[in-house]
């Protein structure tokens, strides 16, 4: 093997290793950036520092946000002042909510439970605090 | 020794290339089984996370083994290295260079 | 090399010295006072961090705050670059045989706007994180705290920006001309990228304060989304500047490992040519990555692409610099003192922490790692693991011809054994508690989750343990320097053979003669 063989073979490696890693994850997030169409829309606005959540039939709530079972959602994320990032670590949703924009997340639970809610972008005094819960009830209508 | 650590990551790299494939497959097959059915997000991203840990893990241990080799066996007080070096004959012996470099 | 403390000075001659070294021992001194400072609040936090709940060191966020912001800009502007400018102004202008750096007032002018601009970081204290994002750092962030900081800022990058320009004109003008450009040695090569690209990056940052400044006295709205701004655009100008700034923090340390490697494997690099080809790969693809810290913010999916595929693209030429090192070991007899033993284990974390980073670029993977520990373990990683491992590694090497005594190597292999330990238990572990999903920036967090307790408290002991290793190494910088054996300064460690610098380079304080 030459000197430089070596080399070459190694950043080929490199290079093949990272190939894999692009595509596979611009498949997975092409994947889970498809928002389902009949995903019910619900407003999730941050301020400092808690979430108040207002739902398509106009119910709205602070903090605890209700959902059911079986339905996917999506969210509508913006902030009333500076910026937060809407994040319920056991669902994977996570998206800033900065102010002047709106962002979007969805999810579609299957299982009942209560999970935490946070806010992952720092937002100052109280931001370690800015946390709200994620309840998933059994859809009782059908 | 040199070509088989190398053989052994190319197929260690192809097999962990071509094994998530097979997953996507079959969950394209589940997709399209149940039409109501909704991707499950957290599975796909924990998926992924894992598939990229097993890769980054694979290189590491190559990268990591490599080294805890290479400084075993190139210690000075290893008993196969007693002998200097042809580059210690030099006055500096990092001032040689393999290159054949002009001026 | 002026063995300083063979032959003491009085202070002020160093002090009002345009000298190369003189300036670069100022930067010295001044980058490892502020590591010390830097750590004492990394050591308030991660202790307050032990005990959830209980206020301990620190009771109220809005001082944890203020302590997480402080740390963060002294490690980066007040640690991490003077530390790379001191030993690049030592070693350059030697490296390209120059008598000096080509601008000498310029560089000490350079030097003397850092306890400036560390005045104001430390007197205003400011609590908007050390990347102050817009909004907060416009409508909300509190008094003159978050202005001192902007003032510190500007004061800070205009110096790197103005010792940049005097390592380029350095090393492109005043470089003998016998001495090709490519046959320059690599840590000056490593200093020529990144004076480059603080040329390039700075401006916009310096721009951005600006900005800042207007917005906050209610002049402009660049940045204030109720005056018709946008935040999203304060981000691109922040990591337009501070992702290649990542590259400016690690590539001295890199530099610095290729001075160290070869030495103690007494043999020649594995290829200059491509660790020139990997530095400016590096400085060119750095400036294509400043996306993937902001895939949160709504960015569409091509963009994400983009970024992503601008990140993975550094990746190849960071491998380079691991394989060079592999490489230039390879076949070597190797002396493992401390220096070297640093140096190792800077590349064992370096690569790590790279390794974790490709993981970052996966834009799914944002999802879970974006704004939680994880990001927090990976960068302190590369801060730590590798720009930390390398600079301590060329302090030792640098130790003998700086003082002129040897360095206790027991007490550097305590150092070296406790601070690798600590590393990997701090930040490995904070990547498990990102995992978790437990946030960045927090002062306190629920202790119904366990395993974030748990975690934290490993986290926390590691964090000693580097804690206690620097209590080491400040202690034998200061006790050996003044009572350790005199070096042999033809070859203190050893090695056999002889080398063409530090030590044989022209020294005009008179100082040690005879090489």
């Known amino acids: 093997m030459g000197h430089d063989t070596a080399e070459w073979v190694f950043v080929a490696i490199v290079i093949a290793v990272l190939c894999y890693v692009g595509v596979d994850s611009w498949m997975v997030q092409k994947e889970v950036e498809d928002v389902p169409a009949d995903a019910e829309v619900i407003k999730v606005t941050g301020q400092q520092w808690f979430w108040s959540f207002e739902h398509a039939d106009g119910t709205k709530e602070i903090s605890t946000l209700h959902v059911k079972k079986g339905h996917a959602y999506l969210f509508e994320i913006q902030s009333r002042d500076v910026m937060h990032s809407f994040n319920i670590p056991d669902w994977v949703v996570f998206e800033d909510a900065v102010p002047g924009h709106t962002n979007h997340a969805w999810f579609a639970p299957d299982q009942v439970g209560t999970y935490p809610i946070q806010c992952r972008e720092y937002c100052g005094l109280l931001h370690y605090n800015m946390r709200g819960s994620l309840v998933v009830e059994d859809d009782n209508s059908t | ?103 | 090399m002026v063995l300083e403390l063979q032959k003491p000075r009085p202070v002020w001659q160093i002090m009002f010295s345009t000298h190369h070294t003189d300036v670069g021992y100022l930067y010295l001194v001044f980058g490892i006072v502020f590591l010390f400072m830097g750590g004492v609040l990394a050591m308030i936090i991660r202790t307050h961090l032990f005990f959830p709940g209980q206020g301990v060191l620190v009771s109220d966020s809005a001082t944890f705050n203020r302590i997480f912001t402080v740390h963060g800009l002294t490690m980066l502007f007040l640690f991490a670059l003077p530390v790379a400018n001191g030993i690049g102004n030592i070693l350059v202008p030697i490296m390209v045989r120059y008598k000096d750096m080509a601008y000498p007032k310029l560089n000490a002018i350079a030097f003397w706007m850092n306890p400036v601009g560390a005045a104001l970081l430390w007197l205003g204290f400011a609590d908007t994180s050390w990347v102050s994002y817009a909004p907060y750092s416009v409508i909300r962030a509190p008094g003159p705290a978050a202005d001192m900081f902007i003032f510190g800022m500007k004061i800070l990058g205009i110096s790197s920006i103005l010792s940049s320009i005097n390592f380029v004109v350095t090393i492109m003008k005043c470089k003998h001309p016998d001495l090709s450009l490519r046959r320059v040695p690599l840590f000056a090569w490593s200093m020529l990228t990144v004076s480059l690209m603080t040329i390039i990056a700075m401006p916009t940052y310096a721009a951005a304060l600006i900005m800042m400044l207007t917005d906050r006295l209610g002049l402009s709205g660049f940045f204030n989304p109720f005056a018709g701004g946008d935040p999203i655009a304060y981000l691109h100008l922040f990591w337009f500047t501070f992702h290649p700034e990542v590259y400016i923090f690690l590539l001295p340390a890199i530099g610095m490992m290729y001075e160290i490697i070869p030495r103690f494997s007494r043999k020649p690099l594995y290829s200059q040519a491509s660790g020139v080809f990997a530095f400016v790969m590096l400085g060119i693809i750095g400036f294509a990555s400043w996306g993937h810290h902001m895939y949160s913010t709504g960015m569409d999916f091509t963009t994400k692409v983009v970024f992503m595929i601008g990140t993975l693209a550094a990746v190849p030429a960071s491998g380079m610099h691991v394989f060079n090192f592999l490489a230039t070991m390879w076949g070597g007899r190797i002396r493992f003192a401390a220096p070297m033993k640093f140096a190792v284990g800077g590349i064992a974390l370096f690569f790590s922490a790279g390794a974790g980073g490709v993981l970052n670029s996966a834009m799914p993977l944002d999802f879970i790692s974006h704004g939680t520990y994880w990001v927090v373990g990976h960068m302190h990683l590369f801060l730590i693991g590798t720009i930390g491992f390398g600079f301590v590694a060329m302090i030792y090497y640098m130790f003998p011809y700086i003082t002129g005594r040897m360095y206790n190597e027991k007490w550097a292999s305590a150092h070296f054994v406790l601070m690798f330990w600590g590393t990997v238990q701090t930040f490995f572990t904070q990547h498990l508690l990102g995992l978790e999903g437990m946030p960045r920036r927090v002062y306190d967090y629920p202790t119904e989750f366990t395993s974030w307790t748990q975690l934290n408290q490993i986290s926390t002991i590691g964090a000693w343990m580097i804690g206690a290793s620097f209590a080491i190494f400040l202690a034998s910088l200061i006790y050996y320097s003044a009572k350790g054996k005199y070096a042999n300064m033809d070859d203190p460690w050893g090695l056999g053979g002889k080398y063409y610098y530090p030590v044989a380079a022209k020294n005009p304080h008179g100082g040690h003669s005879g090489y």
């Open chain 2, 1 to 103: 020794m040199k070509t088989l650590i190398i053989a052994i990551s190319i197929i260690t790299l192809v097999a962990i290339a071509i094994i998530p494939q097979i997953h996507f497959a079959s969950a394209q097959l589940a997709q399209t089984q149940s039409a109501k059915q909704y991707i499950n997000l957290r599975a796909e991203v924990w998926n992924e996370f894992f598939r990229m840990t097993t890769a980054a893990f694979t290189v590491g241990a190559i990268v990591s083994g490599t080294m805890i080799w290479l400084v075993w066996r190139f210690r000075e007080s290893n008993p196969k290295n007693k002998a200097p070096t042809k580059w210690e004959h030099l006055e500096d012996p990092t001032a040689g260079s393999y290159e054949e470099e002009g001026h």
